[in-house]
């Protein structure tokens, strides 16, 4: 099976401070995925890549970088928390980019404090 | 306008009690609908994909049919485990990306 690796559980930060959020897959996967998932908001698309050191943008990239040197591996950055930051972050990957499953990881819940 | 809506947002079932939730979508060019379980404070699970008109699927308790204009995740029998939040999400044709839907949250009690 498929794995997708988040680093953290949970994190509480600070305002201002700049946060990284690290995701691993360890299936060769192609395609990975950053959404962010709030009560009523359902899932949102932040940044997804098709391949190593290629981005796009998703529905609200505003905020957030993203990096992705290894194909196994795509980090999300916050450049300066902010409190409406705050919220459930899963990364996700797919093996193909049409009509297949993504692979979540286990979220990791982001307190901007 | 949302392209996928799911209904009910919440379902409450006694164990035992089977019942349908219901995925319906505007996008044309279906290139397929995929339904996932997510626990709370956890990633949502890949359950199935559909990919055209007709197609069924199933797994254990869990069936997954599809039409032109709606899915329906039909659960037979269910189980407190079955409690979860399910989700649906579309993939349109000319899209890499599937839009998900908000969820509907199932509840079984013992």
């Known amino acids: 099976d498929v794995k997708v690796t988040q680093s953290s559980r949970y994190l509480v930060k600070r305002t201002g401070e700049k946060v990284f959020l690290e995701c691993v897959q360890d299936?060769?996967?192609?395609?990975m995925f950053w959404y962010r998932q709030d009560p009523g908001l359902g899932l949102r698309l932040i940044y997804f890549?098709?391949?190593?050191?290629?981005?796009e943008k998703g529905d609200i990239p505003e905020g957030y970088s993203v990096s992705r040197e290894k194909k196994e591996r795509f980090s999300l950055i916050l450049e300066s928390a902010s409190t409406n930051q705050t919220s459930m972050y899963l990364c996700?990957?797919?093996?193909?980019?049409?009509?297949?499953?993504?692979?979540f990881g286990s979220g990791t819940r982001l307190t901007v404090v | 306008e949302d392209q996928v809506t799911q209904s009910p947002e919440a379902l409450r079932l006694q164990e035992g009690e089977s019942s349908s939730l219901n995925c319906s979508y505007t996008v044309s060019g279906l290139r397929g609908l995929f339904w996932y379980r997510q626990d709370p404070g956890k990633g949502p699970e890949f359950l199935f994909t559909?990919?055209?008109a007709g197609e069924e699927k199933e797994k254990e308790r869990l069936k997954a049919t599809l039409t032109k204009k709606e899915s329906f995740l039909h659960i037979t029998a269910p189980k407190p485990e079955d409690s979860a939040t399910y989700l649906c999400a579309v993939q349109e044709g000319g899209s890499y990306i599937p839009t998900f839907g908000r969820g509907t949250s199932l509840i079984v009690h013992p």
């Open positions: 559909l990919y055209s």
């Open positions: 996700a990957s797919s093996l193909r980019t049409v009509s297949y499953g993504y692979t």
């Open positions: 299936m060769d996967h192609e395609n």
């Open positions: 890549s098709y391949d190593v050191k290629m981005k």
